[in-house]
């Protein structure tokens, strides 16, 4: 094992003890929204993962998005993407985020999540209970950890 492995492990487990995360609604009516804190909450306590919601997407490794992606919001979910730095991961949160949901076809809504940037998970739900999200949470953090031992 060479200086860069030892490097890239340490990252991989300081990055997978300590993910932080920024959240984006695009559309959602908010339902989501509350979900999610509720999971950040001491009840649920998403914290004992080592998650920390961060406000500076340039700070952040997780973008959590909730809601369709309407014309609207198409161009700052893009800005918030862009300044993350690599390697960053999307979580979309909840049927709208996945599929449209209720807001597909309307006039001013682009679509799911996926459609304007790449999404690593997808948590479905309308909305999704907070056990549910946090399982997402832990399933990007084991498959990140998998992914680190088999390279
Ligand atoms: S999935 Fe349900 S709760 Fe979440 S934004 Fe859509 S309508 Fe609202």
Same mark, same amino acid.
């Given at each position: 094992m060479n200086w860069t492995d030892v490097f890239s492990d340490v990252t991989t487990w300081a990055r997978t003890n300590s993910p932080w995360v920024i959240h984006f609604n695009s559309g959602s009516c908010n339902g989501c929204d509350i979900e999610i804190l509720a999971t950040l909450t001491p009840r649920y306590d998403l914290e004992r993962f080592g998650v920390r919601l961060e406000g500076s997407p340039r700070h952040a490794d997780v973008l959590i998005c909730t809601g369709a992606v309407t #014309?609207?919001? #198409?161009? &700052?979910l893009c800005r918030v993407y862009e300044q993350m730095p690599a390697p960053k991961f999307v979580v979309a949160v909840g049927a709208c985020a996945l599929s449209g949901g209720?807001?597909?076809?309307?006039?001013? =809504? %682009?679509? &799911? %999540?996926?459609?304007? %940037? !790449?999404?690593? =998970?997808?948590i479905p739900g309308? !909305? !999704?209970r907070p056990q549910a999200i946090t399982a997402g949470i832990v399933d990007l953090l084991t498959r990140l950890r998998e992914g680190a031992r088999a390279s």
């Open positions: #014309r609207q919001a #198409r161009e &700052s209720v807001f597909q076809g309307c006039y001013n =809504v %682009i679509g &799911s %999540i996926d459609q304007v %940037i !790449p999404v690593d =998970v997808y309308c !909305p !999704p």
